[in-house]
């Protein structure tokens, strides 16, 4: 089975602007979580999607949002792009929202 | 509170040793995760622990649930240089009801050949 697929790999923006990456899941898998990884605050849980439906949230603001499509495949975007969001963004796929299956990231760069 | 404590932060060791590293909590969880991380990677899931006292092993990996379901710890034998990364643990709080897991902020081992 292919693993956990994100686009793009490495992104570069300008402060305030918005930005939207992508997340294939295992095939199979209907749950899509979403981290951002820090050298200071580590993995830290921004949403999980499941069947369409948001189904937990982490404390992030406004800014930070997702969605899900009906093949699983999900979204997320973040808007009025800060200096702090610089990070690693994860998406992770799981059958069961349990065992969690990570993709390679995308590195965000805010400058 | 959820919080996992990993320890320790870093570790040098040299090829050949084992490792011991732990995680604990003040409270309870269901579920223990252990992954590791490669630069530039995501996390790839090692080991999965669903019950208390559970032993696996995956490899010269092996991790165990502890009895009180606030720990878990993980062990490498005979280290080899492909071993260097961050080990992450993870868990699945009992209290809260929702299904968002917990992550420590990771041991960091080095292994000089």
Not at chain 1, 46 to 55: D, N
Request: hydrophobic share 30%; with cysteine; glycine share 12%.
């Amino acid at each position: 089975k292919a693993g956990v697929t994100q686009t793009p790999r490495y992104l570069i923006k300008t402060r305030g602007q918005q930005v939207t990456l992508s997340c294939s899941p295992i095939s199979g898998h209907r749950s899509v979580s979403w981290y951002q990884q820090t050298p200071g605050q580590g993995l830290q849980f921004l949403f999980e999607y499941f069947s369409e439906t948001q189904r937990n949230k982490g404390n992030f603001p406004g800014r930070f949002s997702g969605r899900q499509f009906s093949n699983s495949r999900s979204e997320m975007n973040v808007s009025t792009l800060e200096l702090g969001d610089s990070a690693l963004y994860l998406c992770a796929s799981s059958w069961t929202g349990t065992e969690q299956y990570f993709g390679p990231g995308t590195r965000l760069t805010v400058t | 509170g959820q919080q996992l404590n990993q320890s320790p932060q870093s570790m040098f060791i040299q090829e050949g040793e084992d490792v011991s590293m732990n995680c604990t909590s003040s409270s309870i969880f269901n579920t223990w995760l252990w992954y590791k991380q490669d630069p530039g990677e995501g996390p790839v899931l090692l080991i999965a622990l669903y019950k208390a006292g559970e032993l696996t092993s995956n490899g010269r990996l092996t991790a165990q649930f502890g009895i009180t379901r606030k720990d878990s710890f993980l062990n490498i034998s005979a280290s080899i240089p492909s071993d260097v990364g961050i080990y992450f643990c993870a868990g699945l709080p009992e209290q809260g009801g929702s299904e968002k897991l917990v992550f420590g902020k990771g041991t960091k081992l080095t292994v000089n050949p």
